[in-house]
């Protein structure tokens, strides 16, 4: 049967979820997926366009409040913390993602999650089912808008909105009607586009920055009386409306209660644009398994689906650190070189002559398979000419950090250990103090600041 109004039915979810609804083990996943965002967050310190929107927030929000910047430790308003983290939490191309909707999740639902958590004196269970709460709503809705949307919007910026708007309300406790207009709001106000990549502009950290404020506003609005269109998602003139040219509104209310869809969410191993990741781990595994060095190798072609073409192509010569992580070209180069493409190997080595020569060997090839499985499936492909003659294929199905080829909680500790180093924003007894935290927040009866 259809439902004839998912925008609601969607808001009646996101506001009537209780922590007794929801499994163990997606109450587990969340947890991880926090200490996953908190070192990803944390990375972020160093970053320029973050440092910008730290000082803005830092001239306009009060210098006092329950809510933590985490890259600074400063306290200050949930809108102005849930802003910083999430420009923060975006800036290492380390934070989740969730294939089926491309869309980052983390990066919107937890700094408004934490931040209203705290300023409430929130439950560590009340913060995980908010958490939940977003993660449900704001993949739904990315899979609603589906690939054309992608295509010309950062679906983070955009399904984060609603995201953002889902966790915040739960947490305010809205009802079922204040919830939908709080989408509403927040769905008129979502804005994310991929240009800023062809200039290596800031405005990927400003996407995450405005979604979680927006979708926080919207909620705090709603809360108070203030409306929204009812019909944000599917309506004649919503989003899907102005945004895509392939929506499904089965989408937002598949198997609500039933399929989890945190739980579908995969941990970013390599420190670049996701799509770059499926051929980087199908390009170590041939070198490694037949002992290949970066100058044995003549020619690497990626079998890609399109929409790494539409993000990636437009990545020739990246001029930054932060551009090179959208250059398929640069990323293998990284892993030719030196069997990684973590954040040390970007900020010392993507420029470097030899990892240009080898991002000049590159080529992107849009494959059937590879295109027919995508978003569901972002299956590795690559073709290798070796600079003697030889030909070798590589493929990987689940690429690292995927739930079938998953990171184990000690490799989330390590992760977040080094995250926070690079940042020189937590020290390591800090950081183990914090995952032991994470682990325990189900029983937290107040959340407190995660760092001191």
């Known amino acids: 049967m259809t439902d004839t109004h998912p925008s609601r039915t969607l808001a009646t979810f996101a506001a009537t979820l209780r922590f007794e609804d929801i499994p163990y083990t997606v109450i587990s996943r969340a947890e991880d997926l926090l200490l996953d965002w908190t070192g990803s967050a944390l990375a972020g310190k160093t970053g320029r366009p973050v440092q910008a ?44 993602v969730h294939n089926g909707s491309v869309f980052h999740p983390g990066a919107v639902v937890f700094p408004v999650a934490l931040a209203l958590a705290q300023s409430l004196g929130a439950s560590g269970r009340a913060l995980l089912t908010a958490v939940v709460a977003g993660y449900e709503v704001g993949i739904r809705v990315g899979e609603f808008l589906g690939r054309s949307h992608y295509k010309i919007f950062h679906t983070t910026g955009t399904a984060g909105t609603i995201a953002a708007a889902a966790a915040a309300g739960h947490l305010l406790k809205l009802t079922p009607e204040q919830m939908l207009h709080a989408f509403g709001s927040a769905g008129t106000t979502a804005a994310g586009l991929w240009e800023f990549l062809r200039d290596a502009a800031d405005s990927k950290q400003l996407h995450t920055a405005n979604a979680a404020a927006a979708g926080l506003t919207a909620a705090m609005l709603a809360r108070d009386g203030f409306t929204g269109a009812r019909h944000i998602l599917e309506g004649p003139q919503g989003m899907a409306a102005g945004m ?17 869809t945190l739980a579908e969410t995969s941990f970013k191993f390599h420190a670049s644009c996701r799509h770059t990741h499926p051929a980087a781990d199908a390009l170590k595994q041939v070198m490694d398994a037949h002992g290949l060095r970066a100058d044995d190798i003549a020619s690497v072609t990626t079998h890609v689906h399109q929409g790494a073409i539409d993000v990636l ?41 030899r990892v240009v020569a080898f991002r000049n060997k590159v080529s ?11 978003p569901a499936r972002w299956i590795g492909k690559v073709t290798v000419q070796t600079v003697d003659g030889r030909t070798f294929a590589g493929r990987v199905d689940e690429p690292k950090g995927d ?33 032991q935290r994470v682990w325990a927040l189900a029983d937290a009866p107040v959340i407190g600041k995660l760092l001191p």
Request: with cysteine; net charge negative.
């Open 53 to 96: 929107i730290a000082a803005f927030a830092q001239q306009m929000g009060p210098d006092t409040g329950a809510c933590e910047v985490l890259i600074n430790r400063r306290s200050t308003s949930a809108l102005f913390a849930a802003m910083v983290n999430a420009a923060s939490s975006h800036f290492a191309e380390q934070d989740d």
């Open 364 to 374: 992107m090839l849009c494959d059937a398979e590879v295109d027919g499985a995508y």
């Open 244 to 260: 895509s040219t392939d929506a499904d509104p089965a989408r937002l209310t598949d198997r609500l209660h039933s399929r989890w």
């Open 313 to 353: 192509g437009p990545v020739l010569d990246p001029q930054t650190v932060h551009q090179a992580k959208f250059s398929m070209g640069t990323v293998l180069g990284l892993i030719a070189e030196f069997g990684s493409a973590g954040l040390t190997e970007f900020e010392q080595s993507y420029a470097s002559a």
């Open 403 to 435: 739930p079938g080829n998953t990171l184990s909680r000690a490799e989330l500790e390590d992760k977040a250990m080094r995250l926070a180093r690079f940042g020189a924003a937590a020290s390591d007894a800090e950081m183990h103090a914090l995952c």
